[in-house]
C-alpha cells in the first residue's frame, strides 16, 4: 500500500551566496540549507539523500538552540545585574550617575559576552539565520512528514512510524497522517512502541504520566510525575525567556539587515540600529517609538518572555488551562492520598472527573500537601476549595505545625517576576499603544489597567 504525499509546499528560500563558501569552515551546517536539500531529493525519490538531510537539518537546530540557551545563561550568570559598582553603596540603575555606569557596565560586557560565546561556537551571526517561512515549518513539525515518507520506502517501519506519530502530535487534525498511522496500525511488525513522539518535552511528558497514574489512584506514582513535571517545567521556562533575548521581529526590516539581540541593541552594537533610532528620533533614544529602537524591543521580548508560559502548556496544538497551578492542584490531593486506599473526603481538585471513595484516614503526606495547597493558592488565593482542603489538612497535622510550612519559593519568585512583567506590558499598552495578550488566567484583575477592563466587560 502506497502512503500519500506530504503535502505540498512552495518554498521559496533566497540565502546569501557565502554560505556555500563558509560551510566548509564549520562543522554546523546551516539546518534551512540542509531542510531546503532534503526538500528537492524527496522530489527526486532520493530516499537515502532525504533521511540523511533532514535528520542533520533537525539535530543541527536543536544544536543551535542549545548553543545559544548555554551562552546566553552563562552570560547572564556572569553579569548579573544587582552587584554594587565599587566605592558606591547603591546599584539602582537611575540613582546616580555612578549606579548608571555600572548597569550599562553589565549590559555591555553581556552583549560581549553573548556575541563572543555565540560566534565561537557557531561562526558568523548571520550563518545560521533563517526567515520566517523556514521556522514556521519547523514549528509544523513537516521533516518528520518527509521522514516517515522516506523511511517507509526504504521498509524502515519503526522510524516510519515514529516520524509519522510525532508529525501527527502537533498536526491533529491532518486527515492523511491520520489514515497513514491506521495504516502502520495494521502492517505485520508495527509495535505500540513505535508510537513515540520524537519531539516530546519532558516537562510534558511528565505531566501527562502524571494525570494517567492520578486517573487510575495511584498517588504516589502521580506525585513522583507530577514533582518532576514542575521541575522540568522551570528549566524549559528558563530556557524558553533566554531565547526570547533575541533578534527584534519586524516586519519593515529584512533580518539580514537588522539582527541585533536585545543587550545589543541597548548598546547599540550595530551602526544600522543607532542611525535608523537617530534619524527618528533626535531627542531621545529610550522615548523613541521607531520599531528598531530599545522601548519596543523590550516590549517585545516580555511579551515573548510571557508566552512562554502558554508554551510550555501547549500538548499537541492546544494549551491546558491553569497549567503551572494544576501541577499543584493535582500534587495536594495526590499527596494527601498517597499510602491510602481511599480518596480525600473534599473530593478531586476543582474540574476534576474523580468519584472520592469511602474515607478510611489521610495518607503519610500531609506536609507535602499543606505545601502545595499553599503553592496553588499563590494563583488563586481566594479558591474556597483549596482553602477547605487546607483547614482539612492543617487540622489534620495540626494548626501550629501547619502554619510553619510555606508555599514554594520557586513558585513565588515566578508569580512576582511574571506580576512585574505584565505590568511594565500593560503600562506599555496604556503609553504606546503596544497590545499585550496575558496568557494566564490567574492574572489579579487589578494589574489591568482599568480602561482595558471596562472594553472587555
Given at each position: 500500500?502506497?502512503?500519500?504525499?506530504?503535502?505540498?509546499?512552495?518554498?521559496?528560500?533566497?540565502?546569501?551566496?557565502?554560505?556555500?563558501?563558509?560551510?566548509?569552515?564549520?562543522?554546523?551546517?546551516?539546518?534551512?540549507?540542509?531542510?531546503?536539500?532534503?526538500?528537492?531529493?524527496?522530489?527526486?525519490?532520493?530516499?537515502?539523500?532525504?533521511?540523511?538531510?533532514?535528520?542533520?537539518?533537525?539535530?543541527?537546530?536543536?544544536?543551535?538552540?542549545?548553543?545559544?540557551?548555554?551562552?546566553?545563561?552563562?552570560?547572564?550568570?556572569?553579569?548579573?545585574?544587582?552587584?554594587?559598582?565599587?566605592?558606591?553603596?547603591?546599584?539602582?540603575?537611575?540613582?546616580?550617575?555612578?549606579?548608571?555606569?555600572?548597569?550599562?557596565?553589565?549590559?555591555?560586557?553581556?552583549?560581549?559576552?553573548?556575541?563572543?560565546?555565540?560566534?565561537?561556537?557557531?561562526?558568523?551571526?548571520?550563518?545560521?539565520?533563517?526567515?520566517?517561512?523556514?521556522?514556521?515549518?519547523?514549528?509544523?513539525?513537516?521533516?518528520?512528514?518527509?521522514?516517515?515518507?522516506?523511511?517507509?520506502?526504504?521498509?524502515?517501519?519503526?522510524?516510519?512510524?515514529?516520524?509519522?506519530?510525532?508529525?501527527?502530535?502537533?498536526?491533529?487534525?491532518?486527515?492523511?497522517?491520520?489514515?497513514?498511522?491506521?495504516?502502520?496500525?495494521?502492517?505485520?511488525?508495527?509495535?505500540?512502541?513505535?508510537?513515540?513522539?520524537?519531539?516530546?518535552?519532558?516537562?510534558?511528558?511528565?505531566?501527562?504520566?502524571?494525570?494517567?497514574?492520578?486517573?487510575?489512584?495511584?498517588?504516589?506514582?502521580?506525585?513522583?510525575?507530577?514533582?518532576?513535571?514542575?521541575?522540568?517545567?522551570?528549566?524549559?521556562?528558563?530556557?524558553?525567556?533566554?531565547?526570547?533575548?533575541?533578534?527584534?521581529?519586524?516586519?519593515?526590516?529584512?533580518?539580514?539587515?537588522?539582527?541585533?539581540?536585545?543587550?545589543?541593541?541597548?548598546?547599540?552594537?550595530?551602526?544600522?540600529?543607532?542611525?535608523?533610532?537617530?534619524?527618528?528620533?533626535?531627542?531621545?533614544?529610550?522615548?523613541?517609538?521607531?520599531?528598531?529602537?530599545?522601548?519596543?524591543?523590550?516590549?517585545?521580548?516580555?511579551?515573548?518572555?510571557?508566552?512562554?508560559?502558554?508554551?510550555?502548556?501547549?500538548?499537541?496544538?492546544?494549551?491546558?488551562?491553569?497549567?503551572?497551578?494544576?501541577?499543584?492542584?493535582?500534587?495536594?490531593?495526590?499527596?494527601?492520598?498517597?499510602?491510602?486506599?481511599?480518596?480525600?473526603?473534599?473530593?478531586?481538585?476543582?474540574?476534576?472527573?474523580?468519584?472520592?471513595?469511602?474515607?478510611?484516614?489521610?495518607?503519610?503526606?500531609?506536609?507535602?500537601?499543606?505545601?502545595?495547597?499553599?503553592?496553588?493558592?499563590?494563583?488563586?488565593?481566594?479558591?474556597e476549595v483549596m482553602k477547605d482542603n487546607l483547614a482539612y489538612y492543617s487540622v489534620m497535622l495540626g494548626e501550629d505545625k501547619a502554619q510553619t510550612i510555606s508555599p514554594r519559593q520557586v513558585v513565588k519568585r515566578y508569580i512576582q517576576q511574571s506580576m512585574l512583567e505584565k505590568e511594565l506590558l500593560y503600562f506599555g499598552y496604556e503609553a504606546f499603544g503596544i497590545t499585550f495578550v496575558d496568557p494566564d488566567k490567574w492574572t489579579p484583575e487589578e494589574i489591568m489597567p482599568k480602561k482595558l477592563r471596562d472594553k472587555q466587560k
Open positions: 500500500m502506497e502512503l500519500r504525499n506530504p503535502l505540498i509546499f512552495c518554498f521559496c528560500f533566497i540565502f546569501p551566496p557565502c554560505f556555500s563558501d563558509l560551510s566548509s569552515h564549520f562543522v554546523l551546517e546551516p539546518y534551512d540549507l540542509l531542510f531546503d536539500s532534503a526538500v528537492e531529493a524527496y522530489y527526486k525519490g532520493d530516499w537515502l539523500s532525504v533521511i540523511l538531510n533532514m535528520e542533520k537539518a533537525l539535530r543541527n537546530k536543536a544544536t543551535v538552540r542549545k548553543v545559544k540557551t548555554q551562552c546566553r545563561l552563562g552570560c547572564a550568570n556572569q553579569t548579573a545585574f544587582g552587584d554594587q559598582l565599587a566605592g558606591t553603596g547603591d546599584p539602582v540603575p537611575g540613582s546616580g550617575s555612578l549606579a548608571d555606569l555600572g548597569f550599562f557596565q553589565k549590559i555591555l560586557r553581556r552583549a560581549d559576552c553573548v556575541k563572543t560565546c555565540e560566534s565561537e561556537k557557531l561562526g558568523s551571526p548571520t550563518l545560521h539565520e533563517v526567515t520566517e517561512d523556514v521556522e514556521l515549518e519547523f514549528r509544523k513539525r513537516t521533516p518528520y512528514n518527509y521522514l516517515q515518507v522516506a523511511y517507509f520506502k526504504i521498509n524502515k517501519l519503526d522510524k516510519a512510524v515514529a516520524a509519522a506519530h510525532t508529525f501527527f502530535q502537533a498536526n491533529p487534525d491532518h486527515v492523511e497522517m491520520r489514515q497513514n498511522l491506521d495504516y502502520y496500525k495494521m502492517m505485520a511488525g508495527v509495535e505500540e512502541g513505535h508510537f513515540k513522539d520524537l519531539e516530546a518535552r519532558e516537562h510534558m511528558a511528565e505531566f501527562l504520566l502524571g494525570k494517567r497514574f492520578y486517573s487510575n489512584d495511584s498517588f504516589e506514582q502521580a506525585a513522583e510525575h507530577f514533582e518532576v513535571a514542575v521541575r522540568e517545567f522551570f528549566t524549559s521556562n528558563q530556557e524558553c525567556r533566554v531565547l526570547c533575548e533575541g533578534a527584534y521581529n519586524y516586519d519593515g526590516y529584512n533580518y539580514m539587515e537588522y539582527s541585533a539581540d536585545l543587550f545589543q541593541t541597548i548598546t547599540g552594537k550595530t551602526e544600522r540600529l543607532w542611525g535608523v533610532c537617530a534619524d527618528v528620533n533626535k531627542v531621545n533614544l529610550f522615548t523613541s517609538r521607531d520599531p528598531l529602537c530599545v522601548s519596543d524591543h523590550y516590549m517585545q521580548v516580555l511579551s515573548c518572555k510571557q508566552r512562554c508560559a502558554l508554551e510550555l502548556a501547549t500538548n499537541t496544538d492546544q494549551p491546558f488551562d491553569d497549567f503551572l497551578p494544576s501541577h499543584f492542584n493535582y500534587l495536594q490531593f495526590s499527596y494527601y492520598n498517597s499510602k491510602t486506599d481511599a480518596a480525600s473526603v473534599f473530593g478531586p481538585p476543582a474540574g476534576e472527573n474523580h468519584t472520592p471513595s469511602v474515607f478510611l484516614g489521610p495518607g503519610e503526606n500531609l506536609e507535602q500537601a499543606i505545601e502545595c495547597a499553599k503553592t496553588f493558592l499563590l494563583f488563586y488565593p481566594d479558591d
